[in-house]
């Protein structure tokens, strides 16, 4: 189901199982000035995807044919889609929920019930950020060799695989070289929130996961460090 895009809008897609929070949501979005196009299940938000691919996606995690992981695992196997925003909507508020929501690919999320301002700000942020140049240099700090457009590092001998935020955050710690750079500023830099505003939480969500994927230690990091009141560094040797 879909509306006819209007030129200049972008385009989100808005997948949920629950009419009423569709329903809702296409209100809202549509008076932000949103072109909504709607699917009722994961199925139907595959379909949907391959039909067209959206400037954006709002999905919800829990549904009972193909969850919201299994459509966002979907998105990120396919090359046209690998790179398009997604947004989960969900009713799960755990860390663990939080971080496997990001493992799959996930840029932000929402927990219901949503503010409908937040969710607005959080999507022109994640579309502020698809509109920027992919970069396609290779960066090395330290230990840590980056190769941005195949989302891949080398640590040591071994090659660990990224995901486009978690290569975007490492990006942004590597340019820092070597100083500390603070949640806000992160929150800035690879989310295109506006100074001051974004949760601190998704920075740490994202970092825990970089950590697990690149320290032999997650829980005493060699590479990342955090250093307390100021944020978050790279090691230089």
Known sequence: MSDNPSQGQPVVLVVDDELVVRSVLRRALTAFGYCVRLATGGAEAISELEREAPD?????????????????????????????????LTGRDTIRDKVEGFGQGA???????????????????????????????????????????????????????????????????????????????????????????????LVRMHLLNLRRKIEVDPHDPHHILTVPRRGYRLRLG
Not at 57 to 73: H, I, N, Q, Y
Request: proline content about 5%.
């Open 107 to 201: 840029d932000d999320y929402v927990t219901k019930p949503f503010d409908l301002v937040e969710l607005d700000l959080k999507l022109k942020a994640l579309l502020r950020r698809a509109k920027r140049q992919r970069p396609s240099d290779v960066l090395r700090v330290g230990q840590l060799e980056a190769h941005r457009n195949s989302r891949r590092v080398i640590v040591g001998e071994r090659v660990v695989s990224l995901s486009k935020v978690e290569m975007e955050l490492l990006v942004a710690l590597m340019q820092a070289n070597g100083a500390a750079v603070s949640a806000e500023m992160l929150l800035h830099t690879v989310w295109g929130y506006p100074l001051g505003m974004g949760n601190p939480g």
């Open 56 to 88: 954006v996606v709002v999905l919800d995690v829990s549904m009972p044919d193909v969850d919201g992981l299994e459509v966002l695992a979907h998105m990120r196997a396919v090359p046209l889609l690998e790179y398009l925003p997604c947004l989960l």
